[in-house]
């Protein structure tokens, strides 16, 4: 049994060496192999999509239930004796994401560099003490897209861009004001916000995140499972199909 990443990156390639096999076997037997090694395949192709299922909330900060969904099986043939594993992506099954899980999935695994889509900027909870922003179960900005417009429709109250005094461009984001914090620069076409009280940053921008390789090991998770689990799949399919042989 050998395993490799398929196509695209993000799946994993499961194959079966049947030559060693059919060594010592009979003609009625060596005629079950295919059959037999077809379905092994399939049956540890799924028990491989567990181990990576269980696998994503322990390695990884609150999953969705979407990206867990997202690891099929793609099933292997008596003439085609490949299985393939892994996360939706281009030419792997079907996803309607704007970034395929794939896509998602391969910062986690080999490293790598997301940047924004259709904005200039990400959009990230701040990190800076007393940011507060309400999050959801997976860690993400609740209801990001309708929360940044109301918030920048609050003039009032919050502001967009780079503060006032000893800030730098990493300290963009938007920002909220105290109640005692409220007069808004004169003359400013940068966005810039006098800041006469206390502010706190509730939302950074980022041109870009960065993500260290290693954080989910797709490789290693499919391979214990296969050394686990392909012996006896295999000796399984191989017995019933014997018995329907004779």
Request: without cysteine; positive net charge; proline residues 4%.
């Amino acid at each position: 049994m050998n395993i490799g990443y398929g196509r695209p990156s993000m799946q994993i390639d499961l194959k079966a060496d049947t030559k060693k096999l059919t060594k010592h076997l009979s003609y009625v037997q060596k005629t079950q192999i295919p059959f037999a090694t077809s379905r092994a395949l399939n049956d540890v192709a799924f028990d491989a999509r567990l181990s990576i299922q269980n696998a994503l909330p322990i390695r990884l900060d609150r999953p969705t239930k979407g990206l867990i969904k997202s690891v099929i099986v793609e099933k292997s043939k008596k003439k085609h004796l490949i299985a393939l594993v892994g996360f939706a992506g281009k030419g792997f099954g079907k996803t309607k994401w704007r970034e395929s899980p794939a896509e998602i999935m391969i910062r986690h695994i080999k490293g790598g560099t997301r940047r924004p889509k259709s904005s200039s900027q990400l959009r990230i909870p701040s990190d800076t003490k007393g940011g507060g922003i309400k999050l959801n179960k997976f860690g993400n900005i609740a209801g990001k897209k309708a929360k940044v417009q109301k918030m920048s429709a609050d003039k009032d109250k919050y502001f967009s861009g780079i503060p006032i005094g000893d800030y730098s461009k990493k300290d963009a984001g938007i920002w909220e004001r105290t109640p005692a914090n409220s007069k808004r620069a004169t003359g400013s076409k940068a966005k810039k916000w006098k800041a006469t009280g206390k502010i706190v940053q509730r939302i950074a921008f980022e041109p870009f995140t960065k993500y260290t390789g290693g954080r989910f090991p797709l490789s290693s998770i499919v391979q214990k499972t296969v050394n686990k689990k392909y012996k006896t799949r295999f000796n399984v399919a191989l017995a019933e199909a014997l018995r329907s042989a004779r």
